[in-house]
């Protein structure tokens, strides 16, 4: 079997790269390297994805400044930070459950993604028993350096409903990042990144988005989980407001060219029904300015 599951194998197959992806598993082990750490305690963002009591799934992300992320020994994660009572991330913090972190550095345009389950949680720390660790490439990741700003990380408000408002609508279209969040039944959950230009994420109607999915890393995890379970969490961040944006929903791969030729660049789409909206104002601390767009951005 390998490293692969099922339905990674599958999507492997359809867009032709097994022999491709065989190779590059080679890169995916279940222990954090100690060339790792230092890379670890110099990030400000992590990225989490879990699955909630009602088994819907959320993608959130937690900052700090650097040391907030740490690994006591190669099997463990330790991220000194909580998310607001508000932010959906706390219901799938629970013992035991699936959770997928990335670690993201938009500074270098590096990321280090790290999947597991949940040891313990409370209001200052979380621990995570990592199960999978590889490093992906810094395609589609927009430069950005922090800003010297001041303030809390506190939610000053939250929105919640089952559509997109128009101003939410309007926030996607003018993304050039998101987070998404999926989960195998036997593997547990993922957090990865996806980017391009303003615009990439297409805003169908209240309830659609199709995001393209750009040429990779051949591994296909997300799109190997999406195959064999469509439940996926996405998460737009504002990051000059610091608000943040979550949406869980299903998905559905879309193969054929004509469904997504409105979409440059895509070699497949991804088109997500969704369920449920939630809006933090004020959800990140300080902000960040673009510095330059990713060469490889269609």
């Known amino acids: 079997m390998g490293v692969f ?24 082990g279940p222990t954090i390297p100690t060339g790792a750490r230092p890379f670890l305690e110099g990030q400000r963002i992590a990225v989490l994805a879990g699955v909630d009591g009602a088994g819907r799934v959320w993608t959130s992300l937690l900052t700090g400044r650097p040391g907030f992320i740490t690994a006591p020994d190669d099997k463990t994660l330790r991220i000194v930070a909580g998310a607001p009572p508000a932010d959906p991330i706390t219901d799938c913090l629970g013992d035991g459950g699936f959770i997928g972190v990335l670690v993201f550095d938009p500074v270098r345009r590096r990321r280090l993604r790290l999947n597991g389950h949940v040891a313990s949680a409370d209001g200052e720390a979380l621990w ?45 279209e003018r993304a050039d990042t998101l987070f998404v969040g999926s989960v195998h039944e036997a593997t547990g959950a993922d957090a990865s990144h996806r980017g391009g230009r303003p615009g990439f994420v297409r805003v169908v109607d209240e309830k659609r988005l199709r995001l393209p999915d750009y040429a990779g890393n051949n591994m296909f995890q997300t799109l190997g989980n999406i195959s064999k379970d469509p439940r996926v969490g996405l998460l737009f961040v504002d990051f000059a407001s610091g608000a943040t944006l979550q949406l869980t929903g299903r998905a559905r791969i879309l193969w054929d060219s004509a469904s997504f030729s409105d979409l440059p660049g895509a070699e497949r789409a991804v088109e997500i029904e969704i369920d449920e909206v939630v809006e933090l104002e004020g959800r990140v601390a300080g902000g960040s300015r673009l510095v330059a767009p990713s060469p490889f951005n269609p």
């Open 128 to 172: 995570i028993t990592v199960a999978e660790v590889f490093g992906n490439c810094p395609k589609y990741i927009q430069a950005r350096t922090p800003e010297a700003k001041t303030g809390s990380a506190a939610a000053s408000s939250v929105r919640r409903g089952p559509t997109l408002t128009a101003s939410q609508q309007l926030a996607i």
């Open 5 to 28: 599951h099922e339905g990674e194998r599958e999507v492997q197959r359809c867009a032709g790269v097994t022999a491709m992806a065989r190779d590059l598993g080679q890169g995916i």
